[in-house]
């Protein structure tokens, strides 16, 4: 869709990071040492929780600003609400969800709108700031890589699950916390270390994401499976193919550009592809520092880091899913 936007003829010098690259949030340089980072997310309830929905939605729209090694400053709520047919007090359990993660950010949320809708919705716009010559970007990945996932994979397919009726106790509260964790820690984390690339796994799922990485760089990229954290019942219920829609689009999306191996099964095919809601971030960093920010995120509290894949110089532009 991107590509039917108009663009301007001569590029604003200041724009760093713009459309081109399907990155996690756009960079405009104020000065030698500023760059506003701005982004905006919002969606429908994925929990039943009012306040959880709330906590998950935030966390999902200040990830973008931590994909880009930046800081949240400031948020604006943007909530949908059929005002005359839900209680009142839903749509302030949701604000509160929001406003606590908010809080946890270091954030402050300045204001948003609101108008009457058939659904409920709520997200925010947020804006940050990162050191212009410190910006991550999806599209500076290097040959010589490793891959580094900081959250469990499985969320859209647990979330259809919950819908369905069909998710156990212990995966609605996994996939709750894991959705509502703020990609705080991991960014902070890693920005000890060289990260030449960096997004966060959202709606395209693991594949989605890492394709745009590969093609952003001009490089491949060799996913592991079973290196790949899962959440549980994810695998139980991929097999019983209880999955999203949107996870379904996904694999028809990427199908020309990735190559699973013959021994990949088709669960873990979807797996990959599933359709993801605040997900984790996905760091390109040189190998000799791959294990270490493994450790050091696990030291912090990120149980789930991974090194998950490669780059490599080999089918640039594309995929390969091994076993």
């Known amino acids: 869709m991107l590509r039917h936007l108009p663009r301007d003829e001569v590029p604003n010098a200041n724009l760093i990071v713009g459309i081109d690259t399907s990155d996690d949030a ?57 005002i005359t047919k ?26 948003g709108h609101s108008i009457d809708d058939t659904d409920p919705k709520f997200g925010m716009a947020v804006t940050g700031i990162v050191h212009p010559e410190k910006v991550w970007t999806n599209a500076g990945a290097r040959v010589g890589d490793k891959l580094v996932l900081t959250k469990p994979i499985g969320v859209g397919i ?56 590969a093609r952003g760089a001009n490089v491949g990229i060799v996913l592991h499976g079973a290196a790949v954290p899962l959440l549980p019942q994810t695998y139980e219920l991929a097999t019983e193919k209880v999955y999203p829609g949107g996870t379904v689009r996904n694999m028809e999306w990427v199908q020309a ?5 013959a021994d990949v099964a088709d669960e873990m095919k979807i797996i990959l592809c599933d359709a993801v809601t605040s997900g984790g971030l996905l760091l390109s960093v040189p190998a000799a520092q791959a294990d270490e920010l493994v450790a050091r995120l696990r030291d912090n509290g990120v149980a ?17 899913v091994r076993k």
Request: glycine share 10%.
């Open 158 to 213: 647990i979330t259809t699950a919950i819908k369905r009726g069909r998710a156990t106790e212990e995966a609605i509260q996994r996939v709750t916390e894991a959705m509502a964790e703020l990609n705080k820690v991991p960014a902070e984390t890693a920005m000890a270390f060289d990260v030449h690339a960096a997004t966060d796994v959202t709606g395209f799922g693991l594949v989605g994401h890492a394709l745009e990485m």
């Open 86 to 111: 839900l209680d009142k007090k839903i749509l302030a359990d949701i604000l509160r969800g929001g406003a606590d993660k908010v809080r946890e950010s270091g954030a402050v949320i300045v204001g």
């Open 257 to 261: 550009d990735v190559q699973f191996d």
């Open 304 to 320: 789930a880091a991974s090194v998950v894949g490669d780059v490599v110089a080999e089918h640039p532009g594309q995929l390969c």
């Open 26 to 82: 756009g960079v405009y340089r104020l000065n030698d040492e500023t760059a506003l980072v701005q982004t905006v997310d919002y969606f429908t309830p994925v929990v039943d929780d009012p306040y959880m929905f709330g906590a998950i939605a935030a966390a999902n729209a200040l990830s973008d600003v931590y994909a880009m090694g930046g800081k949240p400053l400031t948020v604006l709520n943007v909530v949908g609400f059929p």
